[in-house]
């Protein structure tokens, strides 16, 4: 219960990995801030959270528009004076090469919202998190620590997020303030079935065996897990961590098998 009676934001919270994340928080008697852009889904998760013994906020909030993000933070201020926690997990994926993209917006329009969009809440939430010594996470991806073919424009939004929140934890030396990164492999999750093709359309189903994936809530658990021990990062599956280290001594072995995963589908 180490997260007991904290204020929490979770951006990207009406689905995936977001809403288990968020429910799993419930179980600590939290104070959540759920912020996505479906309000009709936020409200009917702060149902569940309520039930569970927390407390919620439901703030709309499109993470595209700055002044977006900075009314979240001031919302959440508003209602309960204080953030310790803010988790940048809301996030949109694609599922196409390259040469058969035919909207080039795609690359903008995935770092607006993965990476602007976690930077722009972090800045504004930062100067509270640093009044009560608080914790930052960024939601990254495996595919934020190497290349991962049909998924350029994601994983070049997902690197830039490793490279934010890198950075802004050697700023905060000393402050008392903790940056967790968390990069899961594959999850079952609702931003497969919204991957966008070459034409900037969602798919409308997942291209995943979905079967052999992780699930949400198992995600969710150990994300919950490294931001009550401040941990710097979690990877969640063995073949992430693997290829962590085997990219610096062999980078053409996890080329292979980053090509593998996006074939098998899983």
Known sequence: ??????????????????????????????????????KDRLEALKAEVLSLGSE?????????????CQALVNETIAKWGRIDVLVNNAGATMW????????PSIFENLMRLNYLGAAHTT?????????????????????????VPCRSGYAASKHA??????????ELTGTGVTVTMIAPD????????????????????SPMQESKIMGTEA??????????????LLITSFRGKLARWIKLLSPASVDALAAKAIRDRK
């Open 123 to 147: 800045y504004y939430a930062l100067p509270f998190i640093k009044k009560t010594k608080g914790r930052v996470v960024g939601v990254s991806s495996v595919a934020g620590l190497t290349g």
């Open 96 to 103: 196409v090469p390259v040469d058969d993209i035919e909207d």
């Open 1 to 38: 219960m180490r997260l007991k009676n904290k204020v929490i934001i979770v951006t990207g919270a009406s689905e995936g990995i977001g809403r288990a994340l968020c429910l799993a928080l419930a179980k600590q008697t939290t104070q959540l801030v759920l912020a996505a852009r479906n």
């Open 186 to 205: 594959f999850v079952v999750s609702e931003i497969h079935r919204r991957a966008v093709d070459g034409t900037g359309r969602p798919l409308g189903q």
């Open 219 to 232: 995600c969710a658990e150990m994300m919950v897990d490294a931001i009550e021990k401040r941990k710097r």
């Open 56 to 68: 919620a906020l439901v703030v709309p909030t499109d993470l595209t528009d700055i002044q977006a």
């Open 161 to 170: 997020m490793f490279g934010f929140f890198d950075s802004l934890r050697v």
